[in-house]
């Protein structure tokens, strides 16, 4: 019988050097693939997305924050939980802005529309914090980061029915008018008189109510002896 040669492993090493070859040829084409933006479809990366939990982490509320949110939504139930942290918040800030008592513009807030955005007095008066629209017009000139939104000859009066505006306003207006009066009484009749008719009643001795002030800081030692609640 005749005997067949044998194999050998010529054909096995060729072929295991052409593949170790491309194996380099990728590894070293590879950045440049990614770089350029051009992959073939089997070479393309998938972007993990994290987790719906690491996107959405809050940071902590600070007690005065927690207080400031709860009476919002004790008398304004009826809104959504969102746009109550975004209104004390800005209460939160605008006061320290301007070192105020965050509870004495919850007050005002109280005494003036109950806390309804759209109120509009018999006078004309709007929003949250009932600033009139003449004085708002005035007001957003030197509030700087209003000023940057809102040009003076394009407010309008229907600026002031946005409660985040009239508390930006109305906190700056308080500030002002106790720098100007230095007294909290007084600055509190002007906010409610307007500071002119104040200043004419003062010098000509004319008599003047502290009913309006009475009636804020009656409401602000009711909402000072509030407990937070602790979420």
């Not at 950045?31 to 690491?54: C, S």
């Not at 002007?190 to 502290?210: C, F």
Request: charged letters at 25%; glycine letters at 4%.
């Amino acid at each position: 019988m005749e005997k067949r040669p044998k194999k050998t492993h010529t054909h096995t090493l060729r072929w295991a050097t052409s593949c170790l070859r491309l194996a380099l040829l990728v590894i070293l084409l590879l950045p440049g693939l990614v770089a350029t933006g051009y992959m073939p479809r089997h070479y393309q990366i998938i972007e993990l997305t994290p987790p719906a939990e690491a996107q959405t982490i809050e940071r902590p509320r600070s007690r005065e924050l927690v207080k400031i949110f709860s009476i919002i939504e004790a008398n304004r139930p009826d809104i959504m939980e969102r746009k109550a942290w975004e209104l004390a918040e800005v209460i939160l800030t605008e006061s320290s802005k301007y070192k105020l008592d965050p509870i004495l513009i919850l007050a005002v807030i109280d005494v003036e529309s109950k806390f309804q955005f759209g109120a509009i007095s018999p006078a004309g008066a709007r929003g949250i914090m009932q600033i009139m629209p003449a004085t708002g017009k005035f007001l957003v000139k030197s509030v700087r980061e209003l000023a940057k939104e809102i040009k003076a000859d394009q407010f309008t009066p229907e600026h002031l029915d946005n409660p985040v505006v009239n508390i930006k306003l109305g906190t700056y207006y308080l500030h002002d008018l106790r720098k100007s009066f230095r007294n909290l009484n007084e600055a509190l009749t002007a906010y409610n008189v307007g500071p002119t008719e104040l200043r004419i009643r003062m010098e000509n001795q004319i008599e003047y109510t502290d009913e309006y002030a009475n009636a804020v800081l009656a409401a602000h030692q009711r909402f000072k002896k509030i407990r937070p609640p602790t979420f």
